[in-house]
């Protein structure tokens, strides 16, 4: 069963700062990866998704790569705002299997 | 843009009652999902269909059953509301042709459902 671990569940950063957050994941035979942004009390919003023949994708300020290999991806957020506050989630989607696999999440405060 | 559109953002319901959850996409997405998520549990998919009149269960199918009419509905019915089945439930839909898709999973809105 593949697990997907995000650690740590929630942080902090000053307002400019560059946020890192990493999701690993344990069986590597991935279609694909997905990040997604939540904010309280509402659904998850697609931020981006990287194929496995992919190693990154980016939009905007945002910047994700993909290492199959050693089990993770990393969601890279650059000059990070309080508008960034939110709960950040990762999900793999095996081969062979219909449904997406969940970490717990981020949850990011960035601190004006 | 995809939508994908819950009926309902605040439920209320008493224990016993049977109650419906309706989602409806309108991009021709063939995978639709109901996940509910609780603090500390994170997301757990509780059921999911690929087609039409098709259904499979999910982690935790317990206590719920689903319904695939047409390709945009899928809905989630609490057969007797209990009040552990208070949560956030969350639909999504994917499209997936030929069994592959690399396209993003699309979210509702969510139903914050409280029994009581």
């Known amino acids: 069963k593949q697990e997907v671990t995000q650690i740590p569940a929630a942080l902090s950063v000053p307002e400019g700062e560059n946020l890192v957050l990493n999701c690993s994941f344990t069986d590597s035979a991935i279609y694909n990866l997905q990040w997604f942004r939540q904010d309280p009390g509402k659904g998850l919003t697609s931020l981006l998704l990287?194929?496995?023949?992919?190693r990154e994708q980016t939009s905007g300020r945002l910047n994700a790569s993909l290492d199959k290999s050693s089990g993770r991806s990393t969601l890279y957020i650059a000059a990070s705002q309080p508008g960034d506050s939110a709960t950040y989630l990762c999900?793999?989607?095996?081969?062979?299997?219909?449904?997406?696999?969940f970490g717990k999440g981020n949850q990011v405060v960035v601190i004006p | 843009d995809v939508k994908v559109t819950q009926s309902s953002r605040y439920l209320v319901k008493r224990t016993g009652e049977k109650v419906f959850l309706e989602c409806v996409q309108d991009?021709?997405?063939?995978?639709m999902f109901w996940y509910r998520q609780d603090p500390g549990l994170g997301l757990r998919l509780i059921y999911f269909?690929?087609?039409?009149?098709?259904?499979e269960k999910g982690d935790i199918p317990e206590g719920y059953s689903v319904s695939r009419e047409k390709k945009e509905r899928f809905s989630l019915i609490l057969e007797s509301a209990s009040t552990n089945q208070t949560s956030m439930y969350l639909c999504?839909?994917?499209?997936?042709?030929?069994?592959?898709?690399?396209?993003?999973?699309?979210f509702g809105d969510g139903t914050r459902l409280s029994i009581l």
């Open positions: 269909s690929y087609d039409v009149k098709m259904k």
């Open positions: 999900a793999v989607l095996l081969y062979g299997n219909n449904r997406l696999a």
């Open positions: 991009m021709d997405h063939e995978n």
């Open positions: 999504a839909s994917r499209v997936d042709k030929g069994g592959k898709s690399n396209q993003p999973q699309h």
């Open positions: 990287i194929q496995s023949s992919q």
